[in-house]
């Protein structure tokens, strides 16, 4: 009896959401592609009289030959008042200064009434990272990605957050979960609930952020923290989840994660020194010796032999890989530093060549997968 008045509610609401879609141009489908703590994501698609008012979402549509989209629906009945009044501006806030990038979900527009805020959102219909790794790993008989394709995503992982650092946009939340990926490919970077705009690039955070999983040593110990080094923190544990199928450390308590990090990550045998080389660059315990976003694009592991970004990057293969003078852990200022290895980057990007992270990754496009 309960289940069966529940059910004709969930019935009621669902037309009340239609009614409310198709009034502002979308048509939702009974599709429910994800659901969040207090949303709910549907399959819909934009119609003809929509896309004459909104350009953007025509241009995107048309190009991606289809009218389909993803409508995050948000109860503010549901929602705590921090969630509506902070986590969900910031969201859209940050949405909006990421505008336009291949690799980040785009937000075409939103609107609202009293109960319910709604996303009308890029959709990337082949889930998450998690589950494509898995689903790899499950095929290939072997935990991981293989290294190649590891890389394809990765570049386009760095692209997206270099775009977000350079919008003074860090995202705070990177993980597998928030990585989604198209029906072309494309990885797709979401959930930008708990990003934060940094006005000034050296100010420091200090709000727990993320899953502990991925979340920097500084933040564990309670410091205040500066985000993109956080955020380059969480990319070294997304590639080792990538190239070995499994998070480097893993433990609920953060003084136990904090003990398995000083460790360092345990890799895979036959995973190739220079991704060991560029993981171990990203998981630095000093925020401050991490590699770059900067060192991470010129890193040996990431440049096929084709690729085109050294001439982006203005450098020439001196400056892209120099050979390393000092000591692994050691600087000329004496900071602890990581110094590569097997395939030394130069750190800082002094060279007055140096272009913006943007227009490093404005000449790489990614194929789609076959
Ligand atoms: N643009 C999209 N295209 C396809 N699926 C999406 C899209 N956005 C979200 N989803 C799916 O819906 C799920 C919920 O997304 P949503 O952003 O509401 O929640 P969340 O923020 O990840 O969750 P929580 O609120 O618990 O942190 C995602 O995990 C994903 O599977």
């Given at each position: 009896m309960r289940s069966n008045s529940r059910r004709k509610l969930d019935e009621r609401l669902f037309v009340e959401q239609v009614q409310e879609c198709m009034n502002n141009g979308y048509l939702l489908s009974s599709k429910k592609i994800g659901s969040g703590a207090f949303?709910?994501?549907?399959?819909?698609?934009?119609?003809?009289?929509?896309?004459?008012?909104?350009?953007?979402?025509?241009?995107?549509?048309?190009a991606k030959r289809h009218s389909?989209?993803?409508?995050?629906?948000?109860s503010m009945a549901e929602a705590p008042v921090e969630y509506s009044r902070k986590f969900l501006p910031r969201e859209i806030s940050s949405l909006n200064a990421t505008y336009k990038h291949l690799n980040i979900v785009q937000l075409y527009e939103t609107y609202q009434n009293s109960q319910r805020s709604y996303l009308v959102l890029e959709l990337a219909a082949r889930g998450d990272l998690l589950e494509h790794i898995n689903a790899v790993s499950d095929l290939r008989g072997c935990p991981g990605l293989e290294e190649e394709e590891a890389r394809r995503l990765f570049w386009q992982l760095v692209s997206a957050v270099a775009h977000c650092h350079d919008?003074?946009?860090?995202h705070r939340d990177l993980k597998c979960e928030n990585i989604l990926l198209d029906d072309q490919g494309f990885l797709k970077?979401?959930?930008f609930g708990f990003a934060n705009c940094v006005g000034l690039k050296n100010s420091l955070l200090s709000t727990f952020c993320g899953s502990v999983a991925y979340t920097a040593p500084e933040i564990l110990m309670s410091k205040k923290y500066n985000g993109?080094?956080?955020?380059?923190w969480s990319l070294g544990i997304i590639l080792h989840a990538m190239v070995s199928g499994k998070l480097p450390f893993k433990e609920h308590q953060p003084h136990r994660m904090l003990h398995l990090i000083r460790r360092g990550p345990v890799f895979k045998p036959g995973l190739?020194?220079?991704c060991r080389d560029l993981i171990r660059g990203l998981l630095q315990l000093h925020p401050c010796a991490r590699l770059g976003l900067q060192q991470v694009a010129a890193h040996c592991w990431m440049l096929p032999a084709d690729h085109t970004l050294s001439s982006a990057l203005g450098a020439t293969p001196e400056q892209e890989h120099p050979q390393s003078a000092t000591a692994p852990g050691h600087t000329e200022s004496?900071?602890?530093t990581y110094t590569s290895k097997s395939c030394s980057t130069s750190r800082g990007g002094t060279s007055p060549r140096r272009v913006s992270l943007?227009?490093?990754?404005?000449?790489?496009?990614?194929?789609?997968?076959?």
């Open positions: 949303s709910k994501v549907y399959l819909a698609y934009a119609t003809r009289e929509r896309m004459k008012h909104n350009p953007k979402l025509a241009s995107d549509l048309r389909m989209v993803a409508i995050k629906i948000v919008a003074g946009i860090v970077l979401t959930d993109e080094q956080a955020d380059l190739s020194s220079g004496g900071r602890d943007a227009q490093a990754f404005s000449t790489w496009r990614p194929a789609p997968e076959e």
